[in-house]
């Protein structure tokens, strides 16, 4: 679905560079030039021959019109360009500990997240609006079309409040060796904090890090463990120098 959908954009956005064209001649005054689309809205575009009659465009009216032409077509990439960027991860100020994972496909959104690191997940449905996206959030109480304005660093809600986006490795994740525990990871700028616990009835703790490009130095010394501790993320878990690899859940 995802890649039709990106194809049928592509196919307006060529109709809409072949209209500009048309209209880039029509400014110029080439009366005799003609231009002929196929029925799949393909490329078929062709310049007839112009007559020596009259209408004959001038060289300074006919370059305004092709100098339009990166306008119209900058116009035809713009969804492209914004629910390709949205997609991430970020944080809600309100919620600190928590996470907020947007997730893209055509012009609809997904965004799955937590308040707490041992509160429930939930997962808000979202349609990708320009350079925003319209989200529904009726499943946490809220209006059922919020815009959130996406800037390239974050997204913005009328009340004021911005997710700023952050480092793919924030989420939650499982440990194999605590699997009824719970691991949530999050970042801002170059410091990392991950909050857990190792069972249902385990208190929960806290630990202290520090980013170091798409990886984490995890400070496990208060779990007697190592004070830096290199955590490699590889796109979908954290993988440690023991072996160990805490999966991400979200």
Do not use: C
């Not at 499943?139 to 997710?163: C, H, Q």
């Not at 990392?192 to 616990?197: M, S, Y």
């Amino acid at each position: 679905d995802f890649l039709a959908s990106r194809a049928s954009r592509r196919l307006s956005a060529m109709s809409i560079l072949l209209r500009a064209t048309a209209a880039a001649l029509a400014m110029s005054g080439a009366s005799a030039y003609q231009m002929s689309m196929n029925a799949n809205g393909g490329s078929a575009g062709r310049v007839v021959k112009p007559q020596a009659t009259e209408g004959h465009a001038s060289r300074r009216s006919f370059a305004a019109g092709v100098f339009a032409l990166p306008f119209f077509g900058a116009m035809a990439g713009a969804a492209d360009a914004a629910d390709g960027a949205l997609a991430g991860e970020y944080l809600d100020p309100n919620h600190p500990r928590g996470f907020r994972t947007v997730t893209v496909s055509g012009n609809k959104a997904t965004i799955v997240g937590k308040d707490e690191p041992d509160r429930p997940t939930w997962k808000l449905n979202g349609e990708i609006d320009g350079n925003g996206v319209l989200i529904d959030f009726r499943p946490k109480g809220g209006p059922p079309n919020l815009l959130g304005k996406f800037d390239g660093e974050g997204v913005t809600f009328p009340d004021g409040n911005r997710w700023p986006k952050t480092a793919a490795i924030v989420g939650e994740y499982s440990d194999p060796n605590h699997p009824d525990g719970f691991r949530v990871v999050t970042a801002l700028k170059d410091q990392a904090l991950i909050v857990g616990a190792d069972g249902p009835k385990d208190a929960q703790w806290k630990l202290a890090g520090k980013m170091s490009g798409d990886n984490v130095l995890i400070d496990f010394s208060p779990k007697g463990g190592p004070k830096d501790l290199l955590g490699k993320f590889d796109g979908s878990g954290i993988v440690f120098p023991d072996g160990n690899r805490w999966p991400k859940v979200n």
